[in-house]
């Protein structure tokens, strides 16, 4: 029996004081100052539970333990749950799409 879809992609908002990160600068040139800045992951955890463990600095992403505020499911729950190679896929989508909206992204 195949296992049910639990992957999930995730976006988290980060505070505007990332952009004082001259490396999240270099990789947004295109960022519009309009628009938030975020973090895209990919997990087989809750997102909740994800986040809760990027702030207690467990397997996380700099940026989100440093500056993530909270997730913003707007940009992302259309999406979950599915299979790990759609997540893994979705990821770099979802920032792509997103990055060319002008948010200002960081995806590891």
Known sequence: MARRPHHNVYVVLLSPRVLQEAKFRRCNPQYDATK????VGMTGLDPDDRFDKHKAGIRAARYVTLYGERL??????CYNPMPYNAARDMEVELAIGLRDKGYG????
């Open 72 to 77: 913003l499911p707007e940009l992302y729950a």
């Open 105 to 108: 992204v960081w995806q590891a």
């Open 36 to 39: 938030p800045c975020i973090y």
